[in-house]
């Protein structure tokens, strides 16, 4: 990840003025992590030719939601998890209340990232509706509703692919649009974009519920075998571990087709999508 934008991340954490929900926030924004979808906003804008740094406010206004949306996840009343990024989780680390007061500064801090930056104010109007709406009751926070009712049941592969598509599509989809829309992308090229944002995310769920039994905790930076213990249905549970790894490839082929349609250099972007292989 590039050193200035973390730099420009950690800066704007600068707006708190209690020390407490200031320590809180950086905690867990700072405890590492792939940064995958600040990177993937950066990655989009810049095979189409804008200056990284014109991502930066988007980049970290999405990542301080997906920072959110882990502090929260991992609280008693949701998944109750003790360990995020190899640390010990926001609330066990500090209290509940601090915990979920650092998520909302996060989730509220975010839109003030979002609009700050020297891009035209219609560019920068699209990214608050691109992240509003990847983040809120019709996508990420949808999903997680999804997967809390969908404990202790068995889902049918269409029901599963919906959760994951909410719950972690939305937000790699939005990471793409953003930098799909700071970059100033055709119509044709935010379509085959979007397509493998899609098809990435899926993907990436997928990874992580092979994960979730093959590695460690140590290995992970979180607690293993969650969904198991929370009796929640997995690629893993659905197909069997070999069907799920079969299910991960095809949605790595797919990703990869559609950024072989798109009519820029996606190096970058292919590249990334290596992590599904």
Do not use: W
């Amino acid at each position: 990840m590039l050193p200035g934008f973390t730099q420009y991340m950690d800066n704007a954490l600068t707006a708190s003025h209690d020390d407490r929900l200031k320590t809180a926030m950086a905690y867990s924004l700072d405890a590492g992590g792939k940064r995958l979808r600040p990177l993937l906003v950066l990655a989009t804008a810049v095979v189409l030719g804008a200056d990284p740094a014109s991502a930066y406010p988007a980049a970290s206004a999405i990542e301080f939601i997906h920072t959110y949306s882990l502090i929260h996840d991992d609280l008693p009343a949701m998944d109750n998890a003790q360990l995020r990024r190899g640390k010990l989780t926001s609330h066990v680390q500090f209290d509940e209340p601090t915990a979920i007061l650092a998520g909302d500064a996060l989730l509220t801090d975010a839109f003030s990232c979002a609009v700050a930056g020297d891009l035209p104010a219609a560019v920068r109007a699209e990214n608050v509706r691109i992240l509003a709406q990847a983040a809120g009751s019709s996508g990420m926070v949808a999903g997680q509703m999804m997967d809390m009712e969908g404990s202790h049941k068995e889902l049918t592969a269409t029901e599963l692919a919906t959760l994951h598509r909410h719950k972690t599509g939305a937000l790699l989809r939005a990471a793409v649009a953003l930098g799909a829309n700071v970059g100033g992308a055709s119509p044709a090229d935010r379509m085959h974009l979007d397509n493998f944002a899609s098809a990435f995310g899926l993907g990436f769920q997928i990874k992580d519920d092979i994960e979730d039994v093959t590695e460690t905790a140590a290995e992970l930076g979180k607690s293993n075998n969650q969904d198991a213990a929370n009796a929640k249905t997995t690629y893993v549970s659905l197909y069997g571990l070999t069907g799920a790894k079969e299910q991960l490839h095809q949605q790595y082929e797919r990703a990869q087709a559609e950024l072989n349609q798109t009519s820029v250099d996606v190096t970058v972007l292919a590249a990334i999508a290596d992590y599904l292989a």
